[in-house]
């Protein structure tokens, strides 16, 4: 068990959240999400680093540009020239704008003066100019744990990547919030339960994208003895506390496995050495199709670089990641050889050739002579700053929690100006009336407190995406507990069962539940007219398909079959036969009768049959 304060964790979260406009946030187009096949456009590029203002590179960008890929992008009916970088930017979107000043309300946060447009250099394919725009809009807000929101950012969504080098446009453009706190939390579970409350936040505006991929965590993450890392892409709130733990235990390890080499007098030799002639009749598949095989030798690493500093990952791996970042689909070690198809006479002619000691790790890489050289040398980098501690980098969250090297943190020679974009004025007066919504924490007491809704049930309905259209129709009329189970059960089990929602609009909905309420429909049939909805029948239509009730002389008949067909089990149970008779008569009737109605002709029924003297029973 790790003790988060005597290790010094220090965390911090950025939280991209997309907002639902109408419209992208630098062109005309819509924030709809399209499916790949519908892509009616395709082009490719090569993205190549800018220099800063004072002429640097930034270093996350040269690590990008190690090896040459050609992006291919693919386009659709609904996006434009903008987002193929073949015209210029349009205004910065006003509703965009307004929704992050509103937000930035909501935190408490102090404007600024005026939004200035920069570019944050990008490489990586995820935009087809090589850049995301970006702007800031407030600063210094407030967090329930006592720390800060440090900025509120609006920024310009990157590309879907499809596969590889293949990313779509669909979702380029879409504006979204990037709200960064300072590291102020200091345990993994403050770490989720802050993330959560600025996740609670957003929705409370009623405004922002739901679903998966429309709101995602990076986490930074320090030890006292280790360095700031940023995990990108944590998509899930329930992962978040595993992430930082696993993060934690590699930093840990990180620094062990430094004292450790410090100890042993472990060094790292900087110019490769080619044993491309050891392994020519290797039966690796990997090193016979290979020009060039490179070793790199590191005295006093043994044992070392197999070493897990997480589940699912040893030192070795992140040599791998660096190695990769040239092109090679991975390293050998001698910490796991034999292996692989290189066998054990392999692996000591290899030492006796070029080794200095048992207390050496061997790592290989094979590929053609380019990648070969800048894979080993990425491997003695990395090899190098496990002599130091915990590198300072931006990593990728793995399934599970564990993490992997993507490239160093981005500096300052990242942003530049975007110079097709006007700057854009916030008057203090326009933003101080822009209207706060209520926090869904606060819709959750107040639907106790007015509607008295059992709180867990205040709770889920707060947090679901249908909260919005629930006010609305209990404003309408409607009865909250029918409202409630409407949304929250029936559309969910209509999901399950196969049944397409995507039909059922606010107004379709409304307009079911308002017959409800006028008699016109049962409330037990509210599923089934649904359904037809769904299946393409019009409001009206499927109402009057299930409008037509069952009469009370014919419940009365079914009840009385009903009734019986089991008149050994009644007779048994007494009342206790009312529940599951009363489903085996609702699914008779198929919800054309109140529920009330059924259970009353039951239980006189019921009460018949186990009476005898009763009037009309029959024996």
Request: charged share 25%; aromatic share 4%; with cysteine.
């Amino acid at each position: 068990m790790i003790d988060f304060g005597k290790v010094g964790l220090k965390a911090g979260i950025e939280i991209h959240q997309q907002l639902n406009t109408a419209q992208k946030l630098f062109c005309n187009c819509p924030t709809t999400l399209r499916t790949i096949d519908e892509h009616d456009k395709e082009f490719f590029r090569y993205l190549r680093a800018t220099e800063s203002e004072l002429g640097e590179i930034d270093a996350a960008a040269k690590e990008e540009m190690k090896q040459e890929r050609m992006f291919c992008y693919f386009g659709y009916d609904t996006t434009c020239l903008v987002e193929y970088d073949e015209e210029p930017p349009a205004p910065l979107n006003q509703e965009a704008l307004e929704l992050a000043c509103i937000i930035s309300r909501l935190f408490e946060m102090t404007p600024v003066e005026q939004i200035h447009t920069m570019r944050k250099l990008v490489i990586d394919g995820s935009n087809t100019s090589g850049f995301q725009r970006t702007a800031l809009i407030a600063v210094d807000g407030i967090l329930p744990n006592g720390g800060k929101i440090e900025t509120i950012c609006l920024e310009e969504e990157a590309a879907q990547r499809v596969d590889g080098d293949t990313f779509s446009l669909d979702r380029l453009g879409i504006p979204l919030v990037e709200i960064t706190t300072s590291p102020c939390m200091k345990t993994p579970d403050e770490v989720r339960e802050i993330a959560g409350y600025l996740g609670m936040v957003l929705r409370s505006t009623g405004r922002v994208k739901r679903g998966l991929g429309t709101i995602r965590q990076d986490i930074n993450i320090s030890i006292a003895e280790g360095a700031r890392v940023e995990i990108k892409g944590v998509q899930e709130l329930d992962l978040i506390a595993e992430v930082v733990q696993r993060e934690v235990l590699r930093q840990k390890n990180l620094v062990d496995i430094r004292n450790e080499l410090l100890s042993r007098q472990a060094t790292v030799i900087t110019e490769p050495v080619d044993v491309t002639k050891i392994f020519s009749a290797s039966s690796s598949t990997i090193l016979k199709k290979a020009q060039c095989i490179l070793a790199v030798r590191l005295p006093g690493f043994a044992g070392l670089v197999g070493r897990e500093i997480q589940p699912g990952r040893r030192l070795g791996s992140e040599f791998s990641d660096y190695a990769k970042k040239c092109g090679v689909g991975g390293i050998f070690h001698t910490d796991e050889l034999p292996a692989y198809g290189i066998t054990r006479d392999e692996v000591d002619r290899l030492f006796m050739q070029i080794s200095g000691g048992s207390d050496e790790c061997i790592v290989i890489v094979a590929a053609d002579g380019k990648k070969a050289h800048c894979s080993a040398m990425q491997v003695i980098k990395r090899a190098k700053t496990a002599l130091t501690g915990v590198p300072e980098e931006t990593r990728k969250m793995l399934e599970g929690g564990s993490t992997s090297y993507m490239r160093p943190l981005p500096g300052a020679a990242r942003m530049y100006p975007e110079t097709d974009v006007f700057p854009v004025r916030i008057e203090p007066t326009w933003y101080e009336n822009l209207p706060v919504p209520e926090l869904l924490v606060k819709k959750a007491e107040r639907f106790v407190r007015e509607l008295h809704i059992d709180p867990a049930l205040a709770s889920q309905l707060a947090s679901s995406d249908q909260v919005f259209l629930f006010e609305r129709a209990v404003s309408e009329g409607i009865a909250p507990s029918l409202a409630a189970r409407t949304l929250l059960s029936s559309r969910k089990e209509l999901a399950r069962g196969g049944s397409d929602i995507s039909c059922l609009s606010a107004e379709n909905i409304l307009m079911v539940l308002k017959a409800v309420e006028e008699g016109r429909a049962a409330k037990e049939a509210v599923p089934v007219i649904l359904e037809k909805v769904g299946a393409g029948t019009s409001v009206s239509e499927a109402i009057s398909e299930c409008a037509p009730a069952v009469s009370r002389s014919r419940l009365e008949e079914i009840v009385r079959r009903v009734v019986r067909e089991r008149r050994d089990f009644v007779r048994e149970k007494g009342m206790g036969s009312l529940g599951p008779l009363m489903g085996i008569v609702m699914a008779e009737v198929r919800g054309s009768v109140d529920g009330r109605v059924v259970s009353q002709v039951l239980k006189e029924e019921i009460s018949r049959e186990i009476s005898p003297n009763t009037p009309g029973d029959k024996v």
